[in-house]
């Protein structure tokens, strides 16, 4: 069986109170606000000019009633009726000394007025104004059909605005209680302002803006979501630039490393077609070397497509594997040898290997790091001075360290070093380290792979 959870709000409960002081504040203002009011009309409707004119207006209604319905005094039923009509007069009728007519001998038709005069009398004891009424109590002389007759004729015109003030009386409440609940309710509305306003900052894309949490109410708890929503949003969209440039970066390096191996290809491909080689042995070499560059640039393509792709994790795939470094780094520098030694450059290369080790790498990516050296060598080696390669064993990594002069520029080349920043990235992902040392004169660099 399925139960009902109640889970309170505080923000409820605290309006809940605010309601609750709110009307209790409401009433207890009123008590003041009531005596007062009834107080002014209590006064105006007895003073005496005021008094006697409505009071002469009622005799002659009265009048004009016992002439127009031919009223005797006998007639109580029609007198009744028109005391009805006039509730709030209290009307005695005096024939041959005998009381003939009494309103309040008639409590069955006519509203009790007695306990309104008895509060009139109250009040005028309480306020120091107990004085002499004789002008509240009018005796006259009035003709009947049936024969003159004396009447004693009093009023209670309060009583005839008592809906007025219950009505005042009733709206002053409702304006006391929303007067007090919105003071009370103030700091609330002044907070949502504060959400609000923290909303539309974000709406505009200012993301660094924060409301302030204050409390510990679903308000406090809204504001800390937006917080934390914006946070989030804001790192969400650095995350996202980041990954954007560094697929720039990856796109822009291996466009760069793209550059030369396809050089070497049309290099090959030109000498073959001008018959530029010695025998057929040197032909199958240079279909060879042309083979494996271009199948370097078509790894470098797939690597490229791979990571154009947005809204992805921008990283190059590397497939490690075991190989003999020996037979690996013999291979890439004779490779190197033949293109550098194809652009003109003489190539000194000292193995100092006598082990045989291994290494993990991922050979597509380590033979970038080779490319990218033939393409500084191009760009900025002496061609006079000798390329060095060397290779030797420390106690845990494979060190290749390549040295050459720099040639004097007329001008300088644009550069945007993306092929140290290439290398750098590819030893540090084969947990290794590379050191640059470059003056005007000599360029090193040197490179640690780790021995497995």
Not at 129 to 139: M, Y
Not at 355 to 370: A, K, L, P, S, Y
């Amino acid at each position: 069986m399925n139960r009902f959870h109640f889970r309170y709000s505080k923000l409820g409960l605290k309006t809940i109170s605010y309601i609750i002081i709110a009307i209790i504040s409401a009433f207890i203002l009123n008590i003041p606000f009531y005596d007062i009011v009834e107080k002014i009309v209590t006064q105006a409707s007895e003073g005496k000019a005021y008094y006697e004119t409505q009071l002469g207006i009622i005799q002659k209604d009265l009048k004009d009633f016992i002439d127009w319905n031919e009223v005797k005094t006998s007639d109580k039923d029609k007198l009744s009726e028109w005391n009805q009509q006039n509730w709030y007069v209290r009307l005695s009728v005096i024939k041959d000394g005998k009381v003939v007519y009494d309103t309040v001998n008639e409590p069955e038709r006519i509203i009790n007025i007695e306990n309104a005069e008895e509060r009139r009398l109250e009040h005028k004891e309480m306020d120091g104004t107990a004085q002499s009424t004789n002008h509240l109590i009018n005796r006259k002389e009035m003709k009947f059909k049936d024969g003159d007759a004396t009447i004693i004729m009093s009023a209670f015109f309060q009583a005839k605005f008592q809906n007025a003030i219950n009505a005042l009386s009733l709206t002053f409440i409702a304006a006391s209680f929303i007067m007090v609940f919105l003071l009370l309710f103030h700091r609330n509305m002044a907070y949502i302002k504060k959400i609000e306003k923290g909303i539309r900052i974000a709406e505009t894309g200012d993301l660094e803006y924060r409301i302030p949490v204050k409390g510990r109410d679903e308000l406090s708890s809204l504001a800390n979501s937006i917080n934390n929503m914006c946070s989030e949003l804001k790192n969400k969209i650095e995350i996202e630039g980041e990954m954007l440039n560094k697929n720039r970066d990856i796109v822009a390096s291996i466009s760069h490393d793209i550059r030369t191996p396809l050089t070497s290809v049309i290099c090959y491909l030109d000498l073959i077609s001008e018959r530029k080689f010695k025998d057929e042995e040197e032909l199958h070499q240079y279909i060879e070397n042309a083979r494996v560059k271009a199948y370097q640039i078509k790894n470098l393509s797939e690597n490229l497509f791979t990571n154009s792709v947005e809204n992805k994790k921008y990283e190059v795939g590397y497939e490690f594997e075991k190989i003999n470094a020996n037979e690996l780094i013999f291979q890439i520098i004779l490779d190197t040898q033949f293109d550098l030694e194809e652009a003109g450059f003489e190539v000194v290369v000292n193995n100092e290997l006598r082990d045989q080790i291994h290494i993990n790498v991922d050979i597509t990516q380590f033979r970038r790091i080779f490319t990218n050296m033939i393409s500084n060598i191009l760009k900025y080696a002496e061609p006079e001075g000798d390329i060095v390669f060397a290779t030797k064993k420390t106690e845990n990594f494979l060190m290749i360290r390549q040295s050459n002069a720099v040639k004097k520029l007329e001008r300088a080349e644009d550069s945007f070093g993306i092929g140290i920043k290439n290398c750098k990235e590819i030893i540090r992902n084969h947990d290794g380290f590379i050191n640059i040392y470059n003056d005007e004169k000599n360029f090193t660099i040197e490179i640690g792979i780790p021995i497995v």
